[in-house]
């Protein structure tokens, strides 16, 4: 089941960044295209995908400054796809401090089974570097907003007009909130049924 999702967050990340569409039109696209079934394996690479988008900014600010005067666009799009991937989930997953090094080796024989060892020792160098830099050496370097922008995962631009809008601390403060998931709820049709009918069969199902 991992291999597949990795395998599917990799080409639909790549699908993204190659014909600028939505994660979930990439998504559905790379599903069909790669007839895995396996609804778990597309959970689990759609939540990849979702979140390292989120952060992208920031991921390849911090692989960039690694790889120094070179760039990410260097790679092809698959193994840019897997460099962005292999940090949210070996550095971001463990809010950048913590480095779980069995997971990271398991992250890379992911990397290894799905590009071939020819290709995947184009990037695996420097994975140890992408596990151990700290992020606070990227980041500090920048201007107050741009800062707060990378953490908070909103545009420069925004974040200045909510600033100027509440003040900093409520600004900042709202930028953070506003990365908090919404709960779900669920709407309850009793014409059709009555409602301790529908919410058994919902614990039953669950």
């Keep these: 089941m991992r291999k597949d999702a ?3 967050a990799v080409e639909t990340l790549s699908l993204i960044e190659t014909r600028k569409i939505s994660e979930q039109m990439a998504l559905t696209k790379t599903v069909d295209q790669m007839e895995i079934k396996e609804s778990n394996a597309i ?3 759609y939540g990849l995908v979702i979140e390292t988008i989120k952060r992208k900014n920031l991921i390849d600010l911090f ?3 690694i790889l120094y005067p070179d760039t990410i ?5 698959r193994l840019q796809s897997f460099l962005r991937l292999y940090v949210y989930q070996n550095r971001v997953v463990n809010n950048w401090s913590k480095i779980n090094l069995k ?4 992250t890379a024989n992911l990397g290894r089974s799905i ?7 184009k990037i695996e160098h420097i994975l140890g570097f992408l596990l151990t830099r700290e992020v606070s050496t990227v980041i500090n370097e920048l201007d107050e907003l741009d800062q707060i922008a990378l953490k908070t995962f909103h545009p420069k631009w925004f974040v200045r007009y909510c600033i100027d809008l509440f003040g900093k601390n409520k600004g900042i403060s709202f930028l953070k909130s506003n990365n908090k998931i919404p709960p779900d709820y669920i709407r309850i049709n009793t014409i059709k049924k009555p409602e301790k009918e529908i919410l058994e069969r919902l614990f039953k199902e669950s």
Excluded: L, M, T, V
Excluded at 103 to 106: D, F, L, N, T, V
Excluded at 115 to 121: A, N, Y
């Design 63 to 65: 692989i960039n400054n």
């Design 43 to 45: 959970r689990f690479a």
């Design 73 to 77: 666009e260097q790679y092809n799009f």
């Design 115 to 121: 590009f071939g060892w020819k290709s995947f020792r």
């Design 6 to 8: 990795w395998k599917i």
């Design 103 to 106: 997971e990271a080796e398991k």
